[in-house]
T-cell receptor, first 113, second 111 residues
Framework: GAGVSQSPRYKVAKRGQDVALRCDPISGHVSLFWYQQALGQGPEFLTY????????KSGLPSDRFFAERPEGSVSTLKIQRTQQEDSAVYLC???????????FGPGTRLTVL | SQQGEEDPQALSIQEGENATMNCSYKTSINNLQWYRQNSGRGLVHLIL?????REKHSGRLRVTLDTSKKSSSLLITASRAADTASYFC???????????FGKGNQVVVIP
């Protein structure tokens, strides 16, 4: 079956631009996670949804970061007024009910110039 | 912040050899998971070990967990060129299932 998909795969933004990153989780997966992975580092947690409810956003680095999942399926991570330090790979993962394994998408590589 | 810390961070081995990597963490956990990442397939779940388990096997993978030392090890036996990747441990402390990843081990298997 189809896995987690993310779009775009690559995004180049000028400093100060707003960007929107999309995640399509696996159908039926209630939980959805966003992670940020800097070059040479492990992924770091950003935020977590259960259905449409954002239950944890403690990992969002600033108020320029905003995530939503209005219908409990597709999620969008928005970054306003991008800065160079926002350059990273943004990973989305979904998890089926009653399981601990997370299924990751290929990520969106964001480069801010 | 990073929870796990893998050791060693870079490993180069010949095909057929075993590869061992370690991970330490700081807080209590529900489970610990190992993931593999390469450019072709992104992050892929390998194996999960619960806090009440000490050892688990899956194919050529063997993972151990020592909760008293807050450490885990991943052993890959009879390595193959296709095992070349970065390997991450990730801890689940039961906070909604969010994972705290280590910095990763880069493993290169030379054919």
């Amino acid at each position: 079956g189809a896995g987690v998909s993310q779009s775009p795969r690559y995004k180049v933004a000028k400093r100060g631009q707003d960007v929107a990153l999309r995640c399509d989780p696996i159908s039926g997966h209630v939980s959805l996670f966003w992670y940020q992975q800097a070059l040479g580092q492990g992924p770091e947690f950003l935020t977590y949804f259960q259905n449409e409810a954002q239950l944890d956003k403690s990992g969002l680095p600033s108020d320029r970061f905003f995530a939503e999942r209005p219908e409990g399926s597709v999620s969008t991570l928005k970054i306003q007024r991008t800065q160079q330090e926002d350059s990273a790979v943004y990973l989305c993962a979904s998890r089926p009910p009653g399981d601990n394994e997370q299924f990751f998408g290929p990520g969106t590589r964001l480069t801010v110039l | 912040s990073q929870q796990g810390e893998e050791d060693p961070q870079a490993l180069s081995i010949q095909e057929g050899e075993n590869a061992t990597m370690n991970c330490s963490y700081k807080t209590s956990i529900n489970n610990l998971q190992w993931y593999r990442q390469n450019s072709g397939r992104g992050l892929v779940h390998l194996i999960l070990i619960r806090s009440n388990e000490r050892e688990k096997h899956s194919g050529r993978l063997r993972v151990t967990l020592d909760t008293s030392k807050k450490s885990s090890s991943l052993l890959i036996t009879a390595s193959r060129a296709a095992d070349t990747a970065s390997y991450f441990c990730a801890t689940d402390a039961g906070v909604g299932g969010r994972l705290a990843f280590g910095k990763g081990n880069q493993v290169v298997v030379i054919p």
